[in-house]
């Protein structure tokens, strides 16, 4: 009787001694872009070291966010990972939402990840999520059409040089437009654009109590100086393109400059889908001389929901798919202009990936960025071209359309600016911030 | 008396009803001629219409990276499951609204009719917990039950509408024969009503196989359709509108088919008791 039950409790023990290398299914909410995707390509890797398998959940970035929020609020399970920015991060991780991520291996060598990363991925010191990729904004430009505008950029240029080239280098009859931006209404669209060169002016959101600052000159600088030179020189309907639409113009060649995400560079330098490839030059986003400059900082980072019965899985993924390791694979398959970018320090000391055309310039842009530091007056937010409060997605989008409507001529600048300071003012009154 | 219409008259409404009816159809046929270009062709300033090298590189891409079968599984059981399972609940509803209505009957269809002018983003928390609690997120059984409820209203009405077509005196008839209610509604009504209810079922097919608030919003891996297979190729920072638009196809191909072969019974379904 004794040999029967020791029997019995020795295969209990082993049974659960095999539960923790059970093989796992984790549920992957990720976004649609091309590193996101090139991700899941490679699956096949994680599946044959650790031997769980992958259930992917790909969305539209706005759907996503809907889809993450609603299931994260309510504490709903659908997903082990889920792929969130720069915005959440710091929300969800106060929220206790997220697992913290301060234990991972040694191996994955977390100290490794650029500070700006990792600042914009915490709270309170601790790491929330760990980032695929990062990436800042800079300026794209036409070497052809500089040079034939008797211009020469400057590696840090100031705005006033992007007005003035953005003049010389626009030739209505031929279609070019000297400088492309963002005006699309939206907190991530062209809110992100004119936040992060409001910076730039002097401009900040909110002062030290949370009053909204549209009334200021700085943001009326900003405004003023956005729509001339888009009026002046920017393509017809300016008011509303966003990131695709002045991809489009550029790759097209009807675009002198374009300021915007640094991942863009690899789609501009892409022969097969560029007509100019060959002709583009970088440099870092222009600034007004007060010390700041307007590129912003974002970062795809994979994170675990709070309460995932997968966790332990769901670490293993992250580990893997934000490695050194992984970023060895995919230039070993794809090569390295093709690596996920933004994330990691020891990428840009690899003497293979600096010789890629950009890799300079996005980490430059990316070292410039101070989340905790991003205005030119103190102000009480985090965040360069958002301010991470969950009150601010819905500010913004709000502004966003004020502006996109003085872009588009139905409204002065005066009248957009004048509608945001109330709208900003009522929203963060009713929230209880004043 | 019957007006008389003239040869030129003829043409020109003939013309007229092309015009329109290649104005309503021309987004869906520029997604697909989008689906066999490259993504510089698809972006092309000024656009190119015929005019360009075919390829199906975008379709062995799109195979290549989802599971399409699975999406267009979860399509049919969803669409289906919810159909009949609304035609179920309609019939009895709709015969007890036509043949006996009460004081209030036209107030309950008003109020039924009222509960689509709730946006869905309203009741998105409620239902999710709720789904959290039965332990129906992600699953099948689910959609069918919600998309059925989403659109019970529509149903109802178009059953009205046609049950009150049908003499009262019929089923009258078959009452005195000694029929019960349960043959009544079975042998007599749903035989006689048969192209309304295939319209119905038609429409509600479509309604649901395209609705995509709450099938992105429910689903996660398992139990996701068609429109969360196109809203995984839809993205704010790339261009893969060449790809995009064959995932569209792709999706819409089944039910673009089945609107073809039932054309004929589905408009005289939908304008069944249009003129009295």
Redesign the interface.
């Known amino acids: 009787m004794f040999f029967k039950n020791s029997l019995y409790a020795a295969t209990a023990m082993s049974l659960i001694t095999a539960g923790g290398a059970v093989a796992e299914t984790i549920?992957i909410?990720t976004?649609?872009?091309?590193d996101m995707?090139r991700m899941?390509?490679y699956t096949d890797d994680f599946t044959a070291k650790t031997g769980h398998d992958v259930?992917?959940?790909?969305?539209?970035?706005?759907?996503l966010r809907?889809?993450v929020t609603?299931?994260i609020s309510?504490?709903?399970?659908?997903?082990d990972i889920m792929t969130i920015g720069m915005y959440e991060t710091p929300i969800w991780g106060a929220n206790g939402w997220l697992v913290p991520l301060n234990d991972l291996s040694a191996e994955y060598d977390a100290a490794d990840i650029l500070p700006a990363m990792a600042g914009g991925l915490s709270h309170e010191g601790t790491l929330y999520a760990a980032p695929f990729y990062g990436e800042s904004s800079m300026i794209m430009y036409r070497k052809d059409l500089m040079e034939k505008a008797g211009l020469e950029m400057p590696k840090a240029p100031t705005w006033e040089f992007i007005g003035e080239a953005a003049a010389a280098m626009t030739d209505r009859d031929n279609d070019i437009n000297g400088i492309c931006l963002r005006g699309k209404a939206g907190w991530?669209?062209g809110g992100a654009f004119i936040t992060a060169m409001s910076n730039s002016f002097g401009a900040r959101w909110f002062d030290m109590d949370w009053n909204a600052q549209f009334d200021t000159e700085a943001w009326a600088n900003t405004l003023n100086f956005y729509k001339n030179m888009m009026d002046a020189s920017g393509p017809a309907g300016y008011a509303t393109n966003?990131?695709?639409e002045n991809?489009?113009l550029f790759?097209?060649g009807?675009c002198g400059m374009w300021i915007d995400?640094t991942?863009?560079a690899s789609?501009v330098t892409n022969p097969?889908?560029s007509t100019v490839a060959d002709k583009v030059g970088f440099a870092l986003a222009p600034d007004t001389g007060l010390g700041k400059r307007s590129n912003w900082l974002w970062a795809w980072a994979l994170a675990i929901p709070a309460g995932t019965q997968n966790e332990s899985a769901a670490k293993e993924f992250i580990e893997w798919a934000t490695s050194k390791d992984y970023i060895e694979l995919v230039a070993a398959k794809e090569g390295w202009a093709n690596v996920p970018p933004g994330a990691r320090k020891s990428l840009y000391e690899n003497p293979e990936y600096q010789k890629v055309p950009f890799a300079e310039m996005t980490l430059e842009s990316i070292l410039s960025a101070d989340p905790q530091n991003s205005t030119v007056e103190p102000s009480p937010y985090v965040g360069i071209q958002f301010a991470a409060i969950p009150e601010f997605a819905g500010i913004a989008t709000e502004v966003s359309q004020e502006f996109s409507a003085a872009y588009a001529g139905q409204q002065t600048v005066e009248e957009a600016l004048a509608k945001a300071q109330d709208i900003t003012n009522e929203a963060m009154e009713a929230a209880g911030y004043r | 008396m019957a007006r008389n219409v003239t040869q030129q008259r003829k043409i020109i409404n003939t013309a007229a009803a092309w015009a329109v009816g290649l104005l309503i159809f021309f987004p869906i046929l520029w997604t697909i001629l989008t689906s066999f270009k490259t993504e510089a062709q698809a972006i092309a300033d000024p656009p190119i219409f015929l005019g360009f090298d075919w390829t199906l590189e975008n379709y062995q891409a799109v195979l290549e990276r989802s599971n399409y079968s699975r999406f267009l599984w979860n399509s049919i059981i969803i669409a289906g499951g919810s159909t009949i399972l609304g035609i179920i609940i309609a019939v009895p509803a709709a015969w007890s609204m036509a043949f006996v209505p009460s004081k209030r009957t036209k107030d309950i269809l008003l109020w039924m009719l009222s509960t689509k002018m709730l946006p869905a983003v309203g009741v998105l928390y409620p239902i999710y917990l709720l789904f959290i609690s039965l332990g129906i997120l992600d699953s099948k059984i689910g959609l069918v039950i919600v998309l059925m409820l989403i659109n019970l209203p529509i149903i109802v009405w178009m059953l009205y509408t046609y049950f009150k077509e049908i003499p009262g005196e019929i089923l009258e008839a078959a009452r005195m024969d000694g029929a019960s209610l349960k043959d009544e509604v079975l042998y007599v009504l749903t035989p006689m009503a048969i192209p309304g209810i295939a319209s119905t079922m038609l429409l509600n097919v479509i309604l649901a196989w395209n609705e995509a608030f709450w099938t992105l919003n429910l689903t996660a891996a398992k139990a996701a359709p068609l429109t969360a297979f196109i809203a995984s190729y839809s993205s704010p920072e790339g261009l893969f509108y060449a790809k995009l638009s064959a995932a569209s196809t792709m999706a819409i191909a089944p039910i673009l088919i089945l609107g073809w072969f039932s054309q004929k019974q589905l408009v005289s379904g939908l304008t069944f008791g249009a003129v009295k």
């Open positions: 549920t909410a976004v649609n872009n091309g995707i899941q390509g259930e992917w959940v790909t969305l539209e970035e706005n759907v809907q889809r609603t299931d309510t504490k709903g399970g659908a997903f991530g669209e966003g990131f695709n991809l489009s790759q097209q009807k995400a991942v863009a789609f097969d889908d």
